[in-house]
């Protein structure tokens, strides 16, 4: 159970991760991070942008709690969960704060992505046994 958790805490963390990396770097709208000029420039204007750092955080937390559910879940049902959750959730999160579009071709392809973790992650069985 615990393991279960962990990845769908895991799965969480990722989304969230991906959409504040997204939402940090339209921060930079009208900024133009010249790395290869200014590293050093560069550098501090993405150390002063929490919403994008604060996603590189999840991102290590992701991996903590991702490599912790490995350990009792065989990985060929971890990850399908892991990438088609997160999948569908920043699809869904694109599509209601982004302004992203979905066609309706799109909604039946993320229904069919849920039936197929749902038909992969059913019958889980902890990994060894």
Known sequence: MKYGIALLAALLLNA????MMKF???RFSGTTLNVQDD????????????VLILGLVFFASNAVLYT?????????????????????????VAWRYL???????QWVGI???????YLVARNMQPAGS
Not at 99 to 105: I, K, R, V, Y
């Open 16 to 19: 969230t991760a991906n959409l």
């Open 68 to 92: 912790f559910a490995l350990a009792r879940i065989p990985i060929s049902v971890a990850y399908p969960i892991m990438v088609s959750g997160g999948f569908v959730i920043i699809a869904l």
């Open 39 to 50: 590293p050093a420039g560069a550098a501090g204007t993405i150390l002063s942008n929490w």
């Open 99 to 105: 302004g992203e579009t979905l066609t309706p071709a």
């Open 111 to 117: 229904v069919m992505i849920l039936v197929g973790v």
């Open 24 to 26: 940090g770097v339209r």
